[in-house]
């Protein structure tokens, strides 16, 4: 698994300063993922907080796990 599969099993929500340290990342590489996986629909915002969580698929009233495979670092 991926460094952020792995964070996202003990965290439910990540920052961009935390991608940044988490990834190694550079603050503007951060914004840019970030901005790409919300528009794949693999992120969406924490309301009331600057974060950010995998997005839940619904199908009825069963909830598919969450979409964290195409989240990489790299």
Do not use: Q
């Not at 599969?5 to 439910?12: E, I, L």
């Not at 995998?54 to 009233?61: C, I, K, N, Q, S």
């Amino acid at each position: 698994m991926g460094i952020l599969s792995d964070y996202f099993k003990y965290n439910s929500y990540i920052t961009r300063l935390e991608l940044e340290r988490v990834c190694g990342m550079t603050r503007s590489t951060a914004y840019r993922r970030i901005k790409s996986w919300m528009a794949r629909n693999m992120l969406e915002k924490v309301v009331g907080i600057d974060a950010y969580r995998p997005v839940r698929e619904y199908l009825g009233f069963h909830v598919n796990p969450l979409i964290i495979s195409g989240l990489t670092c790299c």
